[in-house]
């Protein structure tokens, strides 16, 4: 299966206040940012998912300066040419300082996703996405 | 790794190409024709089945598949509605067993290689699917006492499950075991290399095939092209497994209406004999993945499995309610298919393709090829001809 990642980043909806807040390492990871204080670094696990088989991702980043929190964190796919989602709820799972994995998650179909992370905080809400072209 | 493949997949469609009066396909068509292969796919042991290839469950299952004796009132087998001979389905529009169900009978060729069972996917193994018609009482409409008697009353059946599964422990015990074997059974039930296979392996190997007909290799062009249909009808199996909105009206009579995976999602998460719940023999879980994450989504009412689309040729009349007769008419509604009929919510994955009547029939000569004659013959017990010792 081959995976081709695009990156896209979409703004933070309200400017929220810079804070000391560090992307976390993650190796072999893509990395996503609004050119603002918003950015993160992601990655498949496995890394080439393939279609109708489960995956994971984990990732890690900073939503408007301060540190993903899995509270109002949320993750998703979806297909925008065929307006659907995934048949699967992902769920969160704390893997570290900083760091999540998000379980349980498919591509059932090929053809063009778009992932994508939200972080809800005190300023406004974060959202980044990135485009998966899954053959 | 990658350049290498894509290397292969050129000089094949080189090769095709070179054919001269032959249907040329590019790299990326070849790429997508490759993906429906090799087939057969290597057998796998369902882990949430302990009894899983085990050859005494086997010969006590395929006993069982035939058997009415667990049915209500002893006149109804698995095998009254899943005929070998009709692909292991019944030629009907709908089934009929101890009374008339509301959807079509799907055949069992290829059962093992699923995540859901069923049209609306209300069992999430083959032994839960099992269990599924044992309980309804318009099926075999008995309980577990039911089973766990008949077993224990017939000799040959009791010998047999004391060899797969030691003394009865209990009844509800008893007949999950029970269907276990005839999951085990089913699994062995798969359909041969057909026509399609040939010509996928061929080029696989960058060659031609030239005894693969025109007319199919067209439907095929159009298939994994303009149709798009291989977005559903995705790999070895040409499914992918899940559920989607196609069109077909999902009312059953006045007043009444078949919710599908809707109806699916909310009966499985009730079921005692899910992959959450004890029965499940694989004690990491890890086999419950699809059951844990699975979401109920208001687009889900509607939706129906995508079947195989192996060995078509013998399972008609086809889609849940088996409401069209011939595959002619299946590609037809899909040429027509009215989007007024489509869930106002759901996905926009369907739309009419308006196929000439030669695209209807080159799709059809591409189906066909996908069936192998020689799986729709009359079964004779393999597993249980010999006695019980």
Not at chain 1, 89 to 110: N, Q, S, T
Not at chain 2, 132 to 148: K, Q, Y
């Amino acid at each position: 299966m081959i995976v081709r990642t695009s990156l896209a980043t979409i703004g933070a909806l309200l400017v929220g206040v810079a804070q000391a807040c560090e992307v976390p390492v993650l190796a072999n990871a893509h990395s996503l940012a609004d050119g603002n204080t918003s950015s993160m670094a992601w990655r498949f696990v496995p890394p080439q998912p393939k279609i109708g088989e489960f995956f994971a991702v984990e990732f890690g980043g900073c939503a408007m300066g301060i540190p993903f929190d899995a509270a109002t964190l949320r993750i998703d796919a979806i297909m925008p040419a065929h307006r659907h989602g995934m048949n699967f709820r992902p769920k969160l799972v704390d893997i570290g300082p900083g760091l999540y994995r998000a379980e349980g998650m498919m591509f059932h179909m090929p053809g063009l996703w778009q992932l994508s992370f939200e972080q809800r905080t005190a300023a406004g809400v974060m959202r980044l996405t990135t485009d998966i072209v899954v053959e | 790794m990658m350049p290498g493949r894509l290397f292969g997949c050129a000089l094949a469609a080189l090769i095709a190409t070179s054919a001269g009066a032959q249907e040329n396909f590019s790299t990326a068509e070849i790429r997508r024709i490759l993906s429906h292969g090799p087939w057969p796919p290597p057998a796998v042991k369902d882990t949430g089945n302990r009894v899983s290839g085990n050859s005494d469950a086997i010969a006590l299952g395929e006993a069982l598949f035939f058997d009415p004796g667990l049915s209500r009132d002893g006149s109804v087998s698995c095998a009254i509605c899943h005929v070998p001979e009709r692909g292991w389905s019944d030629g009907r529009a709908t089934a009929i067993g101890l009374a008339s169900v509301d959807r079509n009978t799907p055949g069992l060729l290829n059962a093992g290689l699923n995540r859901w069972f069923g049209w609306d996917g209300a069992s999430d193994s083959l032994w839960h699917s099992a269990v599924r018609p044992l309980l309804d009482a318009r099926e075999m409409g008995v309980s577990p006492a039911h089973v766990a008697r008949h077993l224990a009353d017939d000799a040959a059946l009791a010998c047999r499950y004391r060899k797969t599964f030691g003394d009865p422990i209990d009844d509800d015990t008893t007949m999950v075991n029970a269907a276990k074997a005839i999951a085990a059974f089913q699994e062995t039930l798969a359909s041969s290399r057909t026509p399609f296979d040939d010509f996928r392996d061929a080029l696989a190997a960058g060659r031609d095939d030239p005894a693969y007909p025109q007319p199919a290799r067209r439907g095929l062009k159009f298939f994994i092209g303009k149709g798009d249909c291989q977005l559903c009808h995705f790999g070895p199996a040409f499914t992918n497994g899940e559920f989607h909105d196609t069109g077909i009206p999902f009312f059953i009579a006045p007043g009444r209406v078949d919710p599908g995976r809707h109806l699916g999602i909310r009966t499985l998460r009730q079921s005692p004999y899910s992959l959450l719940g004890r029965y499940n023999d694989d004690a990491s879980g890890a086999n419950a993945m699809a059951t844990r994450h699975v979401e109920l989504q208001h687009r889900n009412w509607g939706e129906f499995k995508v079947p195989t689309l192996r060995n078509l040729t013998a399972t008609a009349p086809y889609m849940h309610n088996g409401s069209l007769a011939t595959l002619e008419d299946v590609v037809r509604h899909y040429s027509e298919v009215s989007e007024d009929r489509l869930h106002a919510d759901g996905e926009a994955l369907i739309r009419p393709l308006r196929l000439s009547d030669g695209e209807i029939s080159d799709l059809v000569a591409f189906l066909r090829t996908l069936s192998a004659p020689e799986d729709n013959k009359p079964y004779r017990p393999r597993f249980a001809s010999r006695a019980c010792e």
